[in-house]
C-alpha cells in the first residue's frame, strides 16, 4: 500500500506568522506532488504542485520537495484567517494516474 | 467553462436501493475519477477512466460501477445502496497528458444511506 501521511492538526497559528504542513510519502517511485486546500463542506482545490527537488514558490505559499527524504511541505507566508482550511498532500507514482492523498491537516489561523 | 460539474449535489436513499452520480466536465479531458471522502479516511479512489472507452478499479471498487459514457461523462452507479457507502463523492478530471498531470474536482454529492 502506497501510504502519504500527514499530521491531523489542527495545527494554530496567528494571523501573519508562518504555517508549516509537512507530508512524507512511502513510494521512492512517486514523481509528482500536490497541494490542495479544502474549505470545510467544499471540494478540494489545487494550491501548487511540485516535481523537482527543491523549493517552489507561488505567491504567499512555498512547496519543497526532499525525494532522497521522501519529504514534501507547504510553507504559507503571512497566514490569513481565510487559509483555515484543511491541507491535503497528494502524490502521483510512476504507475499512471492514481494520486495517493494523504488525510489532510487541519489549520487554524487565529486573528 | 463549468469545469467538472456533479449532479445530484445531495441525495437520501434506503438500503438497497439504486442511484446513478452523474460527472461531467467542459475542459476537453481525456481522464476522469471517482473519489469517497469519509471523515478520518481522507480520499479514497473508487474508479478511474484514463480515457474514453476504458474504465479501471481503484482502492475502494466493490458495490459500484462505473461508465464512460463519452469524453466528457463519467457516472457511478450503485446498484444496491448499503449504510457504508454514506459518503462525500468527488468527481475529478486530469488532461491524462505525460508530465505533471493535475486533478481539478467537482463540487461533490452528499449521499446518506439509511
Known amino acids: 500500500q502506497k501510504e502519504v501521511e500527514q499530521n491531523s492538526g489542527p495545527l494554530s497559528v496567528p494571523e501573519g506568522a508562518i504555517a508549516s504542513l509537512n507530508c512524507t510519502y512511502s513510494d521512492r517511485g512517486s514523481q509528482s506532488f500536490f497541494w490542495y486546500r479544502q474549505y470545510s463542506g467544499k471540494s478540494p482545490e489545487l494550491i501548487m504542485f511540485i516535481y523537482s527537488n527543491g523549493d517552489k514558490e507561488d505567491g504567499r505559499f512555498t512547496a519543497q520537495?526532499?525525494?532522497?527524504?521522501?519529504?514534501?511541505?507547504?510553507?504559507?507566508?503571512?497566514s490569513q484567517p481565510s487559509d483555515s482550511a484543511t491541507y491535503l498532500c497528494a502524490v502521483n507514482g510512476n504507475s499512471g494516474y492514481a494520486l495517493n492523498f494523504g488525510k489532510g491537516t487541519s489549520l487554524l489561523v487565529t486573528p | 467553462n463549468a469545469g467538472v460539474t456533479q449532479t445530484p449535489k445531495f441525495q437520501v436513499l434506503k438500503t438497497g436501493q439504486s442511484m446513478t452520480l452523474q460527472c461531467a466536465q467542459d475542459m476537453n479531458h481525456n481522464s476522469m475519477y471517482w473519489y469517497r471522502q469519509d471523515p478520518g479516511m481522507g480520499l479514497r479512489l473508487i474508479y478511474y477512466s484514463a480515457s474514453e472507452g476504458t474504465t479501471d478499479k481503484g482502492e475502494v471498487p466493490n458495490g459500484y460501477n462505473v461508465s464512460r459514457l463519452n469524453k466528457r461523462e463519467f457516472s457511478l452507479r450503485l446498484e444496491s445502496a448499503a449504510p457504508s457507502q454514506t459518503s462525500v463523492y468527488f468527481c475529478a478530471s486530469s488532461t491524462g497528458l505525460?508530465?505533471?498531470?493535475?486533478?481539478?474536482?467537482?463540487?461533490?454529492t452528499r449521499l446518506t444511506v439509511l
Open chain 2, 98 to 108: 505525460a508530465g505533471v498531470d493535475t486533478q481539478y474536482f467537482g463540487p461533490g
Open chain 1, 65 to 78: 520537495l526532499n525525494k532522497a527524504s521522501q519529504y514534501v511541505s507547504l510553507l504559507i507566508r503571512d
